[in-house]
């Protein structure tokens, strides 16, 4: 354990973002140098608030099983090398969890029963940004080669684990992204603000030096079909994600003006990053509305607010929450809070328990306002309550429902070429060992769980590869943190 008294005599303390009036002048990570370099001056005192607490409660809050009280020892006793070991034990990007994660593993901190949390996902973040800054990440290529070929559809967060994971284990991997560069959604779909690419780029290189080849700009089901990955493979992971968005069928829809949040994002997110885009979705000078309280509407936001929009709303359907735990989701759930992200602080005005009734147009067909209604707790409008709000831009930020069934021409896509069986929520079906109905296809991410967590598609990619393993070799000594049925703890 790390200061026997460490959580009696420091309290909590996070890194400083940079000004708001600074900050929303580039596309840079809001902390000065990165969030890892922010954090140097305090972070030793913070880990020093670990305490002997006998049953971690934070390995329940996470997914992936990290050894939290261990590396937050060895920050405290500076040995970084020793704390960056036992991450990677666990954790195959802990420099996207870092950045991306809601941290869970904090709302489920001991320390957290009636004192502010460990601040965990700081110390994480800490140990791979200084790991990577001394030259000790390096690639761990296998020391021989199994002749079993895996192709990994999808370059997530859970397609990138399991290739790391098998190709680490001997396999020769190749990973396809119909997207011209790999990453996902957490390329095209992450603003450089939240996470700069150059930390995705940098793990890429180490994956490719470790074997693992990279298929960009390749459309799975199109391009090439399911039965010919089956004929070229001897096993394929699904780790497409659930990128079906969802829609508002409220009327006047069809209005121009109107996209889905991951319309909008990577066409920002290819700008920032120096590339042009034709006729790209901007929200200069415009009344913007994103609907949705989510992380994705926060991302909306904060790059709304950097392209210089006029005003912005943000819609959500639920009551507002409040500031402290609800008595409905005790420790160690995670609760709905209202909380503050970075993007928030910039600007924008949050309004709760709110419906959109209806898209209102102007003469050219383009949307101008919307006509908006209060909600009570059943989300029945409230009599009395209509307004219009003026909006020349909305973004629907409202989640996802599942996976891409069909090609953008409306053809079968890969799933319905693979015949493979769905769920009742309309996603790939698995058993135990994530295994599809169809021999040597495999499940891993938000393709099978639906629309979650990054630290739960990288557990599920790890999990998945070590049942690829098993599958091609008859045995497996890679890890599996979690069963496909595991969910996050609720009341």
Known sequence: ???????????????????????????????????????????????????????????????????????????WRDDWDGAMDRLHATNNFPEFTGRLCPAPCETACVLGINQDPVTIKNVEVSIIDRAWGSGYVRPQPPEWLSGKTVAVIGSGPAGLAAAQQLTRAGHTVAVYERAEKIGGLMRFGIPEFKMEKK???????????????????????????????????????????????????????????????????????????????????????????????????????????????????????????GGERPAGQPWPTYPMLFRVSSAHEEGGDRIYATSTKEFVGDADGNVASLRLVEVDAKFQPVEGTEREIPAQLVLLAMGFVGPEKKLAGGEPGLIEQLGVELDERGNVKRDASYASSVPGVYVAGDVGRGQSLIVWAIAEGRSAAAAVDAHLTGSTTLPAPIKPHERPLVV
């Not at 354990?1 to 596309?27: I, N, T, Y």
């Not at 996209?259 to 920002?268: D, R, S, T, V």
């Not at 994705?296 to 929450?321: N, V």
Request: charge should be negative; glycine fraction near 12%; aromatic fraction near 4%.
């Open 1 to 75: 354990m790390a200061d026997p008294k460490g959580f009696l005599k420091s309290g909590r303390e996070v890194a400083s973002r940079r000004e708001v009036a600074e900050r929303v002048q580039d596309w840079d990570e809001v902390y000065p140098d990165g969030i890892g370099r922010a954090l140097l001056p305090i972070i030793n005192t913070q880990a020093s608030r670990c305490m002997d607490c006998g049953i971690p409660f934070c390995h329940q809050g996470c997914p992936l099983g990290n050894i939290i009280p261990e590396w937050n020892d060895l920050v």
């Open 199 to 321: 930390h995705l780029d940098r793990r890429l290189d180490q994956m490719r030096r470790e074997g693992t080849v990279f298929r960009a700009g390749v459309n799975v089901g199109g391009d090439i079909t399911g039965p010919q990955l089956l004929a070229r493979y001897d096993a394929v992971v699904l780790a497409m994600g659930a990128t079906e968005a969802r829609d508002l069928p409220a009327t006047g829809r069809e209005l121009g003006g109107i996209h889905q949040a991951m319309e909008f994002l990577p066409q920002a997110n290819r700008v920032a990053l120096g590339e042009e885009v034709e006729g790209q979705i901007l929200a200069t000078d415009k009344d913007v509305v994103i609907i949705g309280g989510g992380d994705t509407g926060a991302d909306c936001l904060g790059t709304s607010i950097r392209q210089g929009a006029r005003s912005i709303t943000q819609l959500e359907i639920m009551p507002q929450p």
